[in-house]
């Protein structure tokens, strides 16, 4: 298992959600810290809510694609090239995930066995930040670099 993992892990103990862990993975590549982002992000664990809804990873791995290339002050330009990437992540997302569970959602993924949470997840998590930092890659994002940092 690497370091990655092991930290995925780590923070999984620590009470974190999906979409938590990814966020606070691309803040760690960054060096920083951002408590109330982290807070925020809370409300997609358990699928926006704990309603088994939108699959807590795919959500959290769409918002760190929009960590690195959205809008976040009024002097700021999204990246055109924003919903293109998160696109390409949901579509990868779905090829990878429906056939398998069902569906995209966490009830589809998790199912009735709440011990699938366990045991399907953190695999689901891996895979989706890896394919993040492939997608921010593709477009000359890199995953350990603020692009809104001043230099």
Same mark, same amino acid.
Not at 10 to 24: N, R, T
């Given at each position: 298992?690497?370091?990655?993992q092991?930290r995925?892990?780590?923070?999984?103990?620590?009470?974190? +959600?999906?979409?938590?862990?990814?966020?606070?993975?691309?803040?760690?590549a960054?060096?920083?810290e951002?408590p109330?982002?982290?807070?925020?992000?809370?409300?997609?664990? +358990?699928?926006?809510?704990?309603?088994?809804?939108?699959?807590?990873?795919?959500?959290?791995?769409c918002?760190?694609?929009?960590?690195?290339?959205?809008?976040?002050?009024?002097?700021?330009?999204?990246?055109v090239?924003?919903?293109?990437?998160? +696109?390409?992540?949901?579509?990868?997302f779905?090829?990878?995930?429906?056939?398998q569970?069902g569906?995209?959602?966490c009830?589809?993924i998790?199912?009735?066995?709440?011990?699938?949470?366990?045991?399907?997840?953190p695999?689901?998590?891996?895979?989706v930040?890896?394919k993040?930092?492939?997608?921010?890659?593709?477009?000359?994002y890199?995953?350990?670099k603020?692009?809104?940092a001043?230099?």
């Open positions: 298992m690497g370091d990655e092991m995925m892990m780590e923070l999984s103990l620590k009470g974190y +959600g999906c979409s938590q862990i990814l966020v606070l993975l691309a803040l760690e960054w060096g920083k951002n109330d982002l982290v807070r925020a992000i809370s409300g997609l664990h +358990g699928g926006l809510g704990y309603s088994g809804r939108l699959c807590g990873a795919l959500a959290g791995g918002c760190v694609l929009a960590l690195h290339s959205g809008k976040g002050t009024a002097g700021e330009a999204e990246d090239r924003q919903n293109p990437m998160i +696109g390409t992540l949901v579509d990868w779905e090829e990878q995930y429906r056939p569970y569906g995209i959602d009830a589809n998790v199912g009735d066995d709440a011990r699938n949470q366990r045991s399907r997840c695999s689901i998590v891996f895979s930040f890896e993040v930092r492939e997608i921010l890659a593709a477009h000359g890199d995953l350990a603020d692009p809104h001043s230099t």
